[in-house]
């Protein structure tokens, strides 16, 4: 796979050499290999971050919704290989969101915390912003706050991932991202003014508006964009500039199992998912899109088996969309990955005799009469490396083990050309 990678970076020079002798090329050696045509020109990407997803959380939904010789739409992409997802963080070898997302979207390896800097703090250029100065409409879709770690490492760039409306002031005034839907209504407006979702809501006290950048809902008007914060307004929605907001922080309540966790977004990842997509292909130069499932990460985080596998299942089926998607246009390349790992989580046989104290389950495998339990080995962030599977041309390139910040290295090419 090196080999080939190789030859397709040395192929334009190559081509260079020989029209400067006055040469021509019959048969040029190309990426596929020679005597192949090259993979077509890549117009459109789809990035999907499982947050918190490495390869035992996909064995385990494989098992609970697929059985055991079935596949998630995300592991039936025929692309796979490995990536490592260390920090350069003078404080820990383990990653956050913030810094896994910022080497996706710069190629740079930084602290946690940090939203698209280099370790002495200085902003990089992200492929969000990129993508749409080469004139490619862009986007994002998440379950979190539209403004939390992942989405803002490709659309701006923060000294500390915590300064959420300072990250949508420059949505709106820098990387302009065509299409905004998620959650984090509170980050937009100023503390004291709710808007569609009230303040101190019943299911979670704390959330409440609390931007100090004024009211950037009716920036975003001033500037275009519809905004909507329902599912009818969602579906009624035409083309062009689009902010969505449907939840005062994310759209799910995570707790540990049986204290009131709740997984029920208003809208889910796969409608949104749509949507963004309907309005972004509608730009003939291609677009970029970002899916995030931030639900994984924060159930796992709370060890809290059962809706860590329900936001799985909703992860797959975003994923089935985009795939969906490309199949139609096969200029579109779909990459699908995690952060990072979190939990520590196992996949266990059913044991009388294990004394793990953090065990949930039993959970059926589809299709059988087995059961499996998970096993949680920390309510943190692990180093474990995370699976990556893509289709679609230049595909190929994912394949092997690398570190996560050759997302950028493959993407930034196909986005800036």
């Known amino acids: 796979m090196q080999v080939r990678t190789v030859r397709w970076l040395a192929a334009p020079v190559v081509a260079g050499m020989v029209a400067a002798a006055g040469l021509s090329l019959v048969n040029p050696v190309t990426e596929a290999g020679a005597g192949k045509p090259?993979?077509?020109?890549?117009?459109?990407?789809?990035?999907?971050?499982?947050?918190?997803?490495?390869?035992?959380?996909?064995?385990?939904?494989?098992?609970?919704?697929?059985?055991?010789?079935?596949?998630l739409t995300m592991d039936r992409l025929p692309v796979s290989g490995q990536l490592t997802t260390s920090p350069d963080d003078p404080e820990s070898a383990i990653t956050d969101s913030a810094a896994g997302a910022s080497a996706w979207a710069t190629g740079v390896a930084t602290y946690n915390g940090a939203i698209s800097v280099d370790p002495d703090g200085n902003p990089l250029p992200v492929l969000g912003a990129e993508a749409k100065r080469a004139g490619k409409a862009t986007g994002l879709v998440t379950t979190a706050q539209v403004t939390d770690a992942s989405p803002a490492a490709f659309f701006s760039n923060s000294l500390d991932r915590a300064a959420q409306d300072d990250i949508a002031r420059q949505y709106l005034e820098a990387s302009k991202p065509d299409v905004i839907l998620g959650g984090g209504e509170d980050w937009w407006l100023p503390a004291g003014t709710p808007g569609a979702y009230p303040d101190q809501p019943a299911e979670d006290p704390t959330e409440g508006s609390r931007g100090t950048k004024g009211n950037l809902i009716a920036q975003a008007r001033a500037a275009g964009y519809r905004y909507v914060s329902t599912p009818a307004q969602l579906a009624s929605a035409g083309r062009g500039k689009l902010l969505g907001l449907f939840a005062n922080q994310e759209m799910f309540q995570q707790r540990a199992e049986g204290e009131g966790d709740v997984y029920d977004p208003v809208v889910s990842l796969s409608t949104m998912t749509k949507k963004a997509l309907e309005n972004l292909s509608t730009d003939r130069d291609g677009f970029f899109l970002l899916v995030e499932e931030e639900a994984v990460d924060e159930f796992a985080h709370r060890n809290?088996?059962?809706?860590?596998?329900?936001?799985?299942?909703?992860?797959?089926?975003?994923?089935?969309?985009?795939?969906?998607?490309?199949?139609?246009?096969?200029?579109?390349?779909?990459?699908?990955?995690?952060?990072?790992?979190?939990?520590?989580?196992?996949?266990?046989?059913?044991?009388?005799?294990?004394?793990?104290?953090?065990?949930?389950?039993?959970?059926?495998?589809?299709?059988?009469?087995?059961?499996?339990?998970?096993?949680?080995?920390?309510?943190?962030?692990?180093?474990?490396?995370?699976?990556?599977?893509?289709?679609?041309?230049?595909?190929?390139?994912?394949?092997?083990?690398?570190?996560?910040?050759?997302?950028?290295?493959?993407?930034?090419?196909?986005?800036?050309?």
């Open 304 to 417: 809290n088996a059962r809706r860590t596998l329900q936001a799985m299942g909703e992860l797959d089926r975003a994923v089935a969309v985009a795939r969906a998607y490309a199949a139609n246009h096969r200029d579109t390349l779909v990459v699908v990955t995690g952060d990072h790992e979190t939990g520590g989580l196992a996949v266990e046989d059913v044991d009388a005799d294990d004394e793990s104290v953090a065990e949930d389950g039993p959970f059926p495998v589809k299709g059988t009469g087995f059961e499996f339990f998970i096993d949680w080995t920390t309510d943190g962030h692990t180093g474990q490396d995370v699976p990556v599977t893509a289709f679609g041309p230049y595909a190929e390139r994912f394949t092997g083990k690398h570190p996560n910040t050759y997302v950028h290295e493959v993407l930034q090419p196909l986005l800036t050309s």
């Open 38 to 71: 090259r993979p077509p020109a890549v117009k459109n990407v789809i990035f999907i971050n499982g947050d918190g997803m490495a390869a035992a959380h996909r064995e385990a939904a494989r098992l609970y919704y697929a059985g055991l010789d079935g596949q």
